[in-house]
């Protein structure tokens, strides 16, 4: 094993040499920094030196090259500052000239409100002396309608004569009314007709008022844009001006360093910065430490066998593919498995702690706890009988498979998913003596009369039969095949959500009369494959529904049946009532139809009472 050693200790080299090469890195950006500072600080004493002779020469160009972008820095900060300036002095302009137009516009708007008061005022006068003339043509026609039917009367009324004379009169007045009426429409008709004349002048007065207005507006905006515009050149050249006099600046770098580093190695520190030199001193001392360590990392290392390293290499790299291949196997492998027989037909799933918390369970509870308590009795069957567990408060989930036999009987397994380890059951069994225990190929279960118990899982216990729970345990063990995680079956129960109060699946739709109450029309059952609810009984309750046709032609016929006779397909068996309140939502997929609807309460607490296989009372029946 001595080449692990020699791995471990070639990476510990490796690692020391990383650090103090990035120390080093360091070092030497510091050293040239505080080479450029010292350069820059000591160009009055590098004066005295040919050898940076040229280096002076290039600061001075350079500093003459920035005193000009400078001033042009400053030209044009000036130019910005009057654009500023204009801009300003433009919108106050804008602002008394807009001022000054508001104002003469208001008498304006005022005359303009005031004839259209009037204008409407003449519109209701005149309205209202129309209105009279047909009041008086039709009284017109009702006293002539009367006089005719006064004639038609045989034999004549008594006071014939006298109801003759009075309609007569009536008749005589009605002309000089309308004359009046007439006289008055014309003089309405003439006011408003001057009327609107008046509205008409004051509206184009005030349309003329808003386009000079407009005008005014556009002209300081077309103003103020092309100020704008050369305040945004001058920006940017203000912008260009300062990166060339840093790129000025920059250049300047190389010749403050060349000075620095002579400057350094004479001795001589600037008379007002002492300090800088011994800073480039102590970084020195500094590169020279990291480089001289970084040598001698390297030489040890140069001293490995070569031969012990390529094991370690190939040990590393072979044990990191194998963890490669472990994590793929764990990733690729199912999160959660019920672990069901391979023969099983229909999968009922209950989600107590929804059942416990859904609005439907809680006015049943409330209302009528004995009925309650019996269909929740029958929705779990014998998972109520396992021991130690409060399951409303300890448990999350009851799973009950079913297959049904050719016979007519069934056998079920029952799983219970505690919400905690369920060590402490198991202790509570060892230690009864009611209980007598079996192994199972390694695997412990617990038996007494007619009851029996094994642990499948962490969190897992299967219920039920003694034939059964050994039955659970052999698939558990890999003895007999389970319920395959990629099957049609499982993947129906796995695309309803989880967090359901119930979900039932079935590849035997025909056969679940046989397994619960009946529940649906057989007519639905027979045309599909495989069958699938959820039902979440908040107040509405939801009920979403899956069936698998034989082909895709049959899953459209099928839906197309549901959204044209929803009354005939979607009703609980042997009931009137519906299973939805509004006609559902139906999508196809393929060979599956989906459908979503809205329960009603009568129909859900019967659609329960049939699962549990209890008998309804006679107030729900009658609902």
Known sequence: MSFIRTGLREIGLKIRRQKTRMALRHEKRVLQKSEINLGREGCSQAVNFPEVRNE??????????????????????????????????????????LTKLEEEKK???????????????????????????????????DLLNKLAELQRQTPPPADYEKQMTGISARRVRLPEEKAEVTRARLGAADACRAAREKLGEQETALAAMD??????????????????????????????????????????????????????SQGIAPPNAPHLLAEVQKHRAAVERHSQHTAELAVL??????????????AGLSVVVLMAIVLVVVFQSPQKREWLPQETDTILSVNLEQLEREDLPKRWRKDQAPDW????????????????????????????????TDSGTTHEYVLVEARTDVSRVVNSIERDKAFERQTITGLPMWRRPE????????????????????????????????LKISGPLFDRLQSL????????????????????SPLFNNELLDNCELFGLSLTLQNPV????????????????????????????????????????????????GTNVQLRFDVPENSARLMLQRLAKVTPVAAVAGN
Request: charged share 30%; with cysteine.
């Open 542 to 589: 939801k009920a979403r529904l899956i069936l698998q046709a034989k082909s895709t032609q049959a899953a459209n016929d099928l839906a197309g049946r549901i959204r044209n006779e929803p009354q005939r397909l979607l009703k609980l068996a042997d009931s009137d009532l519906l299973l939805y309140t509004q006609p559902p939502e139906v999508e196809v997929q």
């Open 107 to 141: 008498p304006v708007l005022q005359r303009q409100t005031e004839a259209k008061a009037a204008a409407d005022l003449c519109d209701r006068e005149l309205a209202s002396v129309e209105r009279r003339l047909q009041e008086n043509d039709a009284a017109d026609r």
């Open 497 to 516: 959500k989880e967090g359901t109060a119930l979900r039932l699946v079935s590849r035997e739709p025909a056969k679940l009369g046989q397994i619960f």
């Open 56 to 97: 002076i020469v290039a600061l001075k160009k350079l500093e003459q090259e920035q005193k000009e972008v400078a001033l042009r820095i400053a030209t044009i900060e000036e130019g910005i500052r009057k654009v500023e300036l204009q801009r300003d002095q433009n919108a106050k302009e804008q602002n008394a000239a």
């Open 211 to 264: 386009k000079n207005i407009a005008k005014v507006r556009e002209e300081y905006e077309a103003r103020d844009r092309v100020l704008n515009e050369n305040s945004r050149a001058q920006q940017e050249a203000l912008k260009e001006a300062r990166g060339h006099h840093q790129i000025v600046e920059e250049k300047k770098n190389p010749a403050y360093l060349n000075i620095g580093r002579h400057l350094a």
């Open 301 to 314: 290392s140069g001293q490995i066998d070569k031969q012990e390293l390529r094991k370690f290499y190939f």
């Open 451 to 482: 009851f029996a118990l094994a642990r499948v899982g962490p969190r897992t216990l299967a219920i039920g039969g003694e034939n059964e729970v050994a039955s659970l345990a052999r698939v558990r063990l890999g003895i007999d095949p389970d």
């Open 373 to 404: 308590q019996n269909v929740w009795a029958g929705l779990i069957a014998s998972a109520q009988r396992t021991p130690v567990l409060n399951l409303p408060r300890d448990a999350v989930r009851v799973t009950r498979a079913m297959a049904a």
